[in-house]
Structure formats: C-alpha cells, structure tokens
C-alpha cells in the first residue's frame, strides 16, 4: 500500500465550523495520506488556526499555505494542487467527512493497473448537522449503472459530455498529469475541466462505493426576486440564463480543446476526444442561438433531433420539448 505517494490537496475558505470534522477524517484513514497540503483563500474566520492545530497532532506531514489575496476556488485549487509532491494527488472539500478506507481503496485501484490515470467514487449525502440525507450524489446527477458501466468500459467522455458526473471531491489522480491540467483557466470549475481533460488521457476508474460524506449547506441563497415573477416572466428568465449557460459551456470546452491540441503529443485520445468535443460545441451553441420564433426554431430542432445531439449531449426528449415549446 505504500508503494504510491499520496498527496491531499484541500482548499480552506471560512470553513471552521466543519473542518475539524473532515480533518479527523482525513487522519483516522487506514492508510495515511505521505503529504496534507492546505491552502487556505484568506478566511477570515478560524480556519487557518484549525489547520494549524490539526498540523501539530496529524501522523503525516501537513502545510499550510495562506494566501495574500484571495484567489477563488479554481485557483486556489490550482495552486494545492501544484504544492503536491506525492504521485497520486487526492483533491479535498474542507466540509465532507471522509470514510476510513477512501485512501486505501484510491491506492489500490492505483497499484493494480499503470494505465489508470483517475478515479472517483460515489459519496453518501449529510446535512449542516452531519445527520444523513436521503439518496446518493450519483444518483443526484442521474448518474445510473447504464451510464456507469459506459464510463468504466472507455467511455468516460461520452458520459462527461453528456452530464458531468465527477466530483472533485471525490477525485484522486496521478501527478504525471498535472502538467496538462495546469494552469486551469479561472471560468472554468477545476474538477469539470480536470475530469474531461484526465478522460483523454486513459483509463478512469469509477467506485460505485460511497467513499466520502458529501455535505449540503441550508440557507443557501437564491434570490428572492423570481418569486415575484409571474409564470410567463419565470420561463422567459429561464430561456435567457439556459442560453448564457449553453455559450459558457460551450466557451469551456473550446478552452478544453485548445488544451488538447496544444498538448496534443500527450493526449492518446486526442483525436476522438476533440470531435465529439467540437460536437457537443456545435449543439449547445445551436441551442443558445435558437430564434426566438417557434416556427423558425423548427429546422434546428429537428437537425439536432437527426444528428442525435439531444441524446448524446442533452437530456433527450425533454431538452427538445423545452426548445421547440418555452
């Protein structure tokens, strides 16, 4: 089990009143991380303090980094993730509460096969008050065992682009990738770009065991402002951010593919990878410029309902139905 290095990468931000909790977790693991790096985003609660006390007692070496200016949650990834030295690195939320085995279960699947370049594993759900929810967070994301067995049997991109169903803090990976998923553009939510890029590369192991508690916050807030708004109004709102979100989608993923091909010696699905990339592309962009009359909405609708773009890269049915009626 000690053959692999295991670096944890967790980020901090005004997360006391949970940490203790995951940093417990995190020690009382069968087999210990070699290496904790924290970098904490300028918390102005107590943070940095817990992971300074946590330090003086864990069984392995931690660091703490505190940022001179807070740098968001991509980069602030980003830079725990460069700090590892270990060479499999194991991203961390500093809310969740981790199961005894999750490392040794990651190190395992490591240790088996060289050609697996990531993992990541299903997660049981908890409250504020660490009390049990119901369901899993796979089944959250529709994340079925048809869609299961498609990601472990090599098509984990198809799945990815269809929904993404990797959650960073979930994920383990091998350092000898860090260098194509680094630097991670700021827009860019580092466990969606990391998981679409690592799926390029080889083999990714999907553990349908809940390795981790994943936390869910209350209160949080959403706006009171639609609430005010009259149906009509609702599903006009709905419209114009489907669309902002269809084009920063699809902006995402050209970003992901200008990285694969300039790295393209690197990338062994490089190809694929980018044609079903440049289609899902293709579809979203077609979906967020869809014209505002139905009539004329009818020829794009029906040439994605051809090419299969609302099943590959959408929800099917009810993606058409929301097109060709709201």
Not at 89 to 101: F, G, K, M, N, S
Request: net charge positive; aromatic share 10%; charged share 25%.
């Amino acid at each position: 089990m000690n053959e692999l290095r295991i670096s944890v990468a967790m980020c901090t931000y005004n997360g006391a009143r949970f940490l203790s909790e995951q940093l417990d977790s995190i020690a009382a693991q069968t087999r210990p991380p070699d290496e904790f790096v924290v970098c904490d985003d300028g918390s102005s609660d107590e943070s940095a303090d817990v992971v300074k006390t946590f330090a003086h007692r864990a069984p392995f070496a931690v660091r703490l980094e505190i940022n001179e200016k807070n740098l968001g949650s991509t980069k602030n990834f980003e830079k725990a993730i460069r700090l590892c030295q270990g060479e499999i690195i194991a991203l961390a939320d500093q809310d969740d509460v981790w199961h005894p085995r999750k490392l040794e279960r990651i190190a395992d699947i490591f240790l088996r096969s060289q050609e697996t370049v990531a993992v990541f594993s299903d997660a049981e759900m908890i409250d504020q008050e660490s009390r049990s929810l119901e369901g899993r967070l796979w089944n959250s994301f529709f994340f079925f065992r048809k869609d299961q067995k498609h990601f472990v049997n090599g098509q984990a991109l198809n799945v990815l682009l269809k929904h993404p169903v990797v959650t960073g803090a979930t994920m383990a990976f091998r350092e000898r990738f860090r260098g194509l998923l680094l630097p991670i553009p700021a827009n860019l939510v580092h466990d969606y770009w990391s998981s679409i890029l690592l799926a390029a590369c080889g083999d990714f192991q999907a553990i349908s065991d809940a390795l981790i508690q994943y936390r869910q916050h209350a209160g949080q807030q959403i706006g009171s402002g639609p609430g005010r708004l009259t149906l009509l109004e609702r599903i006009e709102l709905a419209r114009k951010n489907s669309r902002q979100c269809f084009l920063a989608e699809a902006e995402g993923l050209r970003q992901i593919c200008e990285r694969l091909n300039a790295r393209a010696a690197q990338f062994p699905y490089r190809e694929a990878a980018t044609k079903l990339l440049s289609e899902k592309i293709a579809h979203r962009s077609a979906r967020a410029k869809l014209p505002r009359s139905r009539f004329l909405r009818v020829p794009v609708v029906l040439r994605e309902v051809a090419n299969r773009g609302y099943w590959r890269y959408s929800e099917g049915w009810k993606s058409v139905a929301n097109d060709a009626f709201l």
